[in-house]
């Protein structure tokens, strides 16, 4: 079946120090969208990416959709302790998949 | 928050016995969905609902059945629960299909079958 995996499971970096999340899927998708999920929380929206090859800027968070429309990545510059959580991304291939997710711990 | 509800919030029960677990929207959201949640599996879905009475299989349907018998609920049951059904349950709800739309989810519940 498919699968959309995520390196590194887990990361933790010292506050200030950037962060990045690959995210890899077996089959194209037609779309990625990035979820946060605080500890103990629910995972909310950060956006949605479509196009091949397309960038995403939030503030300090960057956003990128494959080329074959296969991997995605997000980049977290300048790490804040409001920034920890599990990153996940998340796709429509033949049906909706969730990637397994990156823990990210800042050590203030 | 999107205005979505789980019922109940946290649950322990036995192998073998039946459990209901409810999602409500104040939204009138058309799509509905319920995710298990595992260390190391992300997010798994388990069904989904684009409309009342309207629902298809997920990547983990195996063990569980849904009914939307109204636009606001969805409801997930075990009909004869298994350890390996332990772990947290969120439901999501989105306006379109999660093709091209965010998901809005709901708090979780978290069940435990000893």
């Known amino acids: 079946g498919q699968q959309v995996m995520q390196i590194p499971q887990y990361q933790h970096v010292q506050e200030g120090e950037d962060f990045t999340t690959y995210c890899n899927s077996s089959?194209?998708?037609?779309?990625i969208q990035w979820y946060k999920q605080r500890p103990g929380g629910h995972p909310v929206f950060l956006i949605q990416l479509v196009k091949s090859g397309e960038v995403k800027k939030q503030k300090r968070l960057t956003f990128q959709f494959g080329e074959a429309k296969k991997n995605s990545s997000l980049h977290i510059t300048a790490t804040q302790t409001t920034d920890v959580g599990t990153y996940f991304c998340?796709?429509?291939?033949?049906?909706?998949?969730f990637g397994t997710g990156t823990s990210l711990t800042v050590i203030p | 928050d999107a205005g979505i509800t789980q019922s109940p919030r946290h649950k322990v029960t036995e192998t073998g016995t039946p459990v209901t677990l409810r999602c409500h929207q104040t939204?009138?959201?058309?799509?509905m969905y319920w995710y298990r949640q595992d260390p190391g599996h992300g997010l798994r879905l388990i069904h989904y609902?684009?409309?009342?009475?309207?629902?298809d299989k997920g990547e983990v349907s195996d063990g569980y059945s849904v009914s939307r018998s109204k636009t606001e609920d969805f409801l997930l049951t075990l009909e004869s629960a298994t350890s390996s059904q332990t772990s947290v349950y969120f439901c999501?709800?989105?306006?379109?299909?999660?093709?091209?739309?965010?998901?809005?989810f709901g708090p979780g519940t978290r069940l435990t079958v000893l």
């Open positions: 609902s684009y409309g009342v009475k309207d629902t």
């Open positions: 939204e009138n959201h058309r799509y």
């Open positions: 089959t194209t998708l037609s779309n």
């Open positions: 999501a709800i989105s306006v379109e299909s999660a093709r091209n739309n965010e998901q809005f």
């Open positions: 998340a796709g429509w291939g033949n049906q909706f998949y």
